[in-house]
């Protein structure tokens, strides 16, 4: 807008009108506005309104980790990666090697044809139901001890799917095996991403879920070998001793955080480490 009178401006409801000209020709310019306005988000997993958009249920990733449990964890970082592959592989497994044992054991506990797909459909539900649920509870509980639990849960209940006598049993245990199972994968990328520099991370996390993928790939071919060579409930039974041994090196490992947190407690409070019981 120019000094002249014929191009003098008025302000009204934040525009800009110059007199003179033709209704036609007027221009309108909105008003700046330089008031700060907070971030909105776009899509549904971040925060609505807030000064800078975060995702939603990752409260972990916006909180400082503890220095003593990361140092221990990046100086195992190989170990924790094999366990947590150890429990991708077997999860993934199962929920394949089944499906061409179904012949075999569908005569065997004289199983009608929705029960046989029930016996596969039951864990692949539990898996995915339970999924993110327990990925939450980890984050508030502890990942490890989780994924542990998982490993637990999945040897116990692939005992008593190689032990059922009928399909009700069967379909009951294999939901629960899928709750195991479950545990395994929402903790294992946790795991891995905490364990593991920002530098060799993805190259951690493509590990682990080529794991998975190998369990999935496996299945097949190892189930058929196995209704082939010896009893179909041999295909749960293997999952027992690689569970134990997964459990006992999840334990050592747990034992080994606990003894450096409270060497560093030490360090940084000799006083206090000195004291024994009064």
């Excluded at 999924?131 to 692939?158: E, K, N, T």
């Excluded at 891995?192 to 951690?204: D, I, K, L, N, Y």
């Excluded at 134990?244 to 407690?265: C, F, P, S, V, Y």
Aim: aromatic share 8%; with cysteine; charged share 15%.
């Amino acid at each position: 807008v120019g000094t002249d009178p014929k191009d003098a401006a008025w302000r009204d409801g934040g525009f800009s009108v110059r007199r003179g000209l033709p209704l036609a020709r007027q221009r309108y310019r909105r008003r700046p506005r330089h008031v700060p306005r907070p971030a909105v988000a776009r899509v549904p997993w971040l925060e609505i309104v807030g000064p800078e958009p975060r995702l939603l249920g990752s409260d972990y990733l916006n909180q400082p980790a503890s220095p003593m449990l990361n140092g221990e964890l990046r100086r195992q970082r190989w170990r924790v990666l094999s366990l947590t592959s150890i429990g991708m592989f077997m999860g993934t497994l199962d929920g394949t090697i089944v499906a061409v044992a179904l012949p075999v054991l569908s005569p065997a506990l004289r199983l009608t044809y929705s029960e046989a797909l029930w016996v596969q459909a039951a864990y692949l539900l539990a898996v995915s139901v339970f999924l993110i649920p327990l990925g939450r509870v980890a984050d508030r509980h502890g990942r490890m001890r989780l994924y542990l639990i998982g490993i637990a849960i999945f040897g116990v209940f692939s005992l008593a799917c190689s032990l059922a006598t009928n399909g009700i049993l069967l379909i009951v245990a294999r939901c629960l095996q899928g709750l195991g199972a479950s545990f395994t994968a929402a903790t294992s990328p946790a795991l891995v991403t905490e364990a593991f520099p920002p530098e060799q991370r993805g190259r951690g996390l493509g590990l682990n879920a080529s794991a998975g993928f190998l369990g999935l790939m496996a299945g097949p071919p190892l189930g058929g070998f196995i209704v082939t060579h010896a009893d179909w409930r041999w295909i749960f039974l293997i999952n027992v001793p690689i569970s134990i041994l997964t459990l006992a090196n999840g334990w050592l490992l747990m034992r080994t955080q606990k003894r450096e947190q409270e060497d560093a407690a030490g360090r940084s409070h000799p006083g206090v480490a000195g004291h024994g019981p009064v």
